[in-house]
């Protein structure tokens, strides 16, 4: 690992597969993991792999340190997401929590995050990215898929990628699809998979579809995730291209994405700036 922890390492753990594969490796390492699950969200593999476990509600702050710091973890790195029937239906703030979220001046996801983890680490746990652990699961910037983009497509793309780098900034979503360089869906609450489905519900042409890396996100509270169950989805709506964000965004079985995307034609990219004009397609 370059610039992680090295001794015993705790998870605040969501759902996906995103925790089990960051869990593998500790494991391999021969060291310690102390998992707490945030709403019962996390795998039942997950959990086997854990040294010490504890389900513990949304927004119980208190019991999250002390569950670290009885086991004697102080580096701590969350990784996996969690539902919106979690957030909505099972947050459980406790005293800590309450007093927090009455400080805060908006209610914006990074906003919470940031003054959750400066909490955190008022109380001793240090946090850390999970790329830390895993530094391979970035995606790689260039054409990943078979598939090229006409020119088109990639003028679109193009345009969903500004698009969605846009609403990043504004801390409301971070998927943009288009059609005919017009935005006919940006994420809000729905999340990635149904924003995609709203937009090429309104097109009679194939989507292009972007998702990005927050301007200001802090990658070690909060890093976006792409994996084969949004590739289904593309390649359910006869999506035309994804592009993603290679400055730091997770693209998860890189190799099934892959493998989806092509056999349905579908163009797959990654760039760390969308190109002027259209350009071309390799980042």
């Known amino acids: 690992m370059t610039g992680g922890p090295k001794g015993p390492v705790g998870f605040i753990a969501g759902n996906l597969s995103l925790p089990v594969i960051a869990a593998r490796k500790v ?49 701590v790195c969350m990784a996996g997401g969690i539902s919106r029937a979690t957030v909505i239906g099972g947050y459980r703030p406790d005293a800590e929590a309450v007093r927090l979220m009455e400080g805060l001046a908006s209610f914006q996801t990074d906003t919470i995050l940031r003054a959750a983890a400066g909490w955190l680490e008022g109380e001793g746990l240090r946090l850390f990215s999970v790329t830390d652990l895993v530094p391979g699961l970035l995606v790689r910037p260039g054409r990943l898929g078979a598939a090229e983009p006409s020119p088109g497509l990639l003028e679109d793309l193009a345009f969903a990628f500004r ?103 579908l163009a797959l990219l990654a760039w760390l700036e969308a190109p002027a004009g259209g350009g071309h397609a390799g980042g």
């Open 27 to 75: 494991k391999e390492e021969g060291r310690f993991l102390a998992v707490a699950d945030i709403g019962g969200e996390a795998s039942p593999e997950l959990r086997a792999l854990a040294d010490r476990y504890a389900e513990i509600p949304l927004g119980a702050l208190r019991a999250l340190t002390d569950f670290f710091l009885g086991c004697g973890v102080t580096d």
């Open 163 to 265: 698009i969605a780098r846009e609403l990043g900034r504004l801390d409301v979503g971070q998927t943009a699809v288009a059609c005919d360089k017009i935005a006919v869906a940006l994420e809000g609450a729905d999340g990635t998979d149904a924003t995609i489905r709203r937009g090429a519900s309104l097109c009679s042409k194939p989507v292009a579809v972007a998702k990005v890396l927050k301007p200001s996100q802090d990658t070690r509270l909060d890093l976006p995730v792409v994996g084969p169950p949004t590739l289904k989805v593309l390649c359910e709506v006869k999506a035309g291209g994804l592009v993603l964000d290679a400055r730091g965004l997770i693209l998860l079985d890189e190799e099934e994405c892959v493998r989806l995307a092509d056999g349905a034609g």
